[in-house]
């Protein structure tokens, strides 16, 4: 979606597009924190919960096909300009080696967002289990601690 949002915006809106696709993908991840221990209450079983993801999934990825079929339509018709040496061999290879020649704010910022999501990753992975065993608290209030990490 980044690939399509970046040549659907000027480069002056490109900023606020990003950081709202993205903050509307933290606010899903939310939700999914919130609402799975509620389904999975209804009959006592994954399956519910399961099968509401893939529904949900299954509605992103066909949402998806009609971005791609819309930024087509609108790049055949000509409103829409689309570089074509995105995907050229020397693209990818300047991008692969030219790497060592970023900035160092660059790496730091690289380092620390990977430092940053995999401490959450791991937070979130062993936080319902412990919160349950050790302090006492249901499926349900768990959850509403583990929102706050992904938003």
Request: hydrophobic share 50%.
């Amino acid at each position: 979606m980044d690939g399509y949002l970046s040549f659907w915006f000027p480069p002056e809106d490109l900023g606020v597009a990003f950081a709202i696709l993205h903050t509307i993908g933290r606010c899903g991840t939310a939700v999914h924190f919130v609402a799975m221990p509620y389904l999975y209450d209804i009959n006592h079983s994954l399956s519910l919960p399961l099968w509401t993801a893939f529904f949900v999934y299954g509605a992103m990825t066909l949402l998806c096909l009609v971005v791609i079929y819309m930024s087509n339509k609108a790049e055949r018709e000509g409103r829409l300009q689309v570089p074509k040496s995105e995907g050229d061999v020397e693209s990818i290879v300047s991008l692969m080696f030219g790497c060592r020649f970023y900035s160092r704010p660059f790496w730091i910022l690289a380092v620390l967002c990977g430092l940053f999501y995999g401490a959450m990753f791991i937070f979130t992975s062993i936080a319902s289990g412990l919160f349950q065993t050790r302090f006492g608290f249901d499926k349900i209030e768990t959850g509403y601690i583990n929102v706050p990490a992904h938003i």
